[in-house]
């Protein structure tokens, strides 16, 4: 193995929770901030919770609300045109 290529290697790195979480590792860093951890992931704790600091979970329920109203309008016209259809075709026999 070539000596000068390699990264220096920490047997004690320190990794970091946002939840105060902190853990001892081997690691090429010195020092790791996470977000997320075995204690606080909704994975392992069955609890939801969303981390979000886009507002990416805000946009995409405006954008969910706004397709089901489009989507709701459209039924609500298939359904007025059916009822349409339906009254012409009961006339349509009435008069035959």
């Known amino acids: 193995m070539k000596k ?6 920490f ?14 590792i081997g690691s090429t860093l010195k020092e790791i901030s ?11 704790t069955g609890k ?6 886009a507002r990416r979970v805000e946009k ?3 954008r969910l ?4 109203e489009a989507i709701t309008g459209k039924k609500e016209k298939h359904a007025k045109r059916d009822a ?3 009254a012409k075709r009961e006339e349509a ?3 035959a």
């Open 4 to 9: 000068e290529i390699h990264p220096e290697y």
């Open 11 to 24: 047997t004690d790195s320190k990794i970091s929770c946002a939840c105060g979480e902190k853990v001892t």
């Open 34 to 44: 996470i977000e997320l951890c075995h204690k606080c992931h909704p994975f392992y």
């Open 48 to 53: 939801q919770k969303i981390i979000d600091t």
């Open 60 to 62: 995409f329920q405006t």
């Open 65 to 68: 609300t706004k397709k089901s």
């Open 84 to 86: 349409e259809k339906k």
């Open 93 to 95: 026999e009435k008069a």
